[in-house]
Structure formats: structure tokens, C-alpha cells
């Protein structure tokens, strides 16, 4: 698989898992916090509300961004983006998934999360995905 095509699937999948977090805690916030966390009041859905814009942004900047080579120095600021959004969206969550009588969605989103926290690093640091890049290249392909 050559490294434009990665990068797209990434971005993608990247896009299409902020954007039905975006809208499902846009539209649904005050029934899904509680369920995730129990004990969490209704009247922070408000901040549900609010994470869901920024997860909508950064769903909209990687849907616009998915035929681009991204890593190393292409499409250096969304690889940014996304490394910063994962790594802590990841870290937020670790210690309420881990909590007890937390929801297993909650740790799927957070195990999710580091995973992408991962391969937004990588993509930082290593360079475009694919056959056709060797590793540690960056930019040369």
C-alpha cells in the first residue's frame, strides 16, 4: 500500500470516528455522560456540548485533509492536531475508564484513543506510511 493511500485511510477513519463522537455527544450529551460516567450531572452535558465542537473541527479538518500525504513534514499542523487531540483525549479518559462501574464504551473510546495517539506519533516522527517510504525517511519517497 503506497503512503498516499495510508494516509488517507487514517485521515478517514481519523474523521469519521470525531465526527459520530462529535455528533452523538452534540445531540445526545445529557444521556450518554451519565452512562459513561456514572454520577456525572446533567448539568455538564454543556461540556459534552463543548468537546463535541472541537471533535467536530478536527473531523471536518481531517476529512478536507484525507487525499493529503500526511507525516513527517507533510500535513505537519493536522498530524499535530490530531497527536494533541488523541494524546489527551487518551489521557483524560485513562483514569475514569479505569475507574470502577465505568462504562466498557469508555475504555473502548479510550483504548481507541491512545491507539491513534500512537499512529499520529508515529506519523510525527517517522513519516509518511507505505511501501514506498522508507523508514525513518520523513520526507523522501
Not at 477513519?13 to 445526545?28: C, M, P
Not at 466498557?104 to 509518511?128: E, I, K, M, N
Amino acid at each position: 500500500m503506497n503512503a498516499a493511500r495510508t494516509s488517507s485511510l487514517i485521515t478517514t477513519f481519523s474523521a469519521v470516528v470525531l465526527a459520530a463522537g462529535g455528533l452523538a455527544l452534540l445531540f445526545a450529551s445529557d444521556e450518554l455522560l451519565p452512562r459513561f460516567m456514572p454520577g456525572t450531572p446533567a448539568s455538564l452535558t454543556v461540556l459534552g456540548q463543548l468537546t463535541s465542537a472541537g471533535w467536530l473541527a478536527m473531523a471536518w479538518l481531517n476529512w478536507n485533509q484525507r487525499r493529503m500525504l500526511v507525516g513527517g513534514i507533510y500535513g505537519r499542523p493536522t498530524v499535530l492536531a490530531n497527536f494533541m487531540l488523541y494524546l489527551v483525549s487518551a489521557s483524560s479518559l485513562r483514569h475514569p475508564a479505569m475507574a470502577g462501574g465505568a462504562s466498557p464504551v469508555l475504555l473502548s473510546v479510550a483504548v481507541l484513543f491512545g491507539a491513534l495517539t500512537l499512529v499520529y506519533g508515529a506519523l510525527l516522527l517517522r513519516g509518511p506510511f507505505g511501501a514506498d517510504t522508507p523508514a525513518g525517511s520523513g520526507a523522501k519517497g
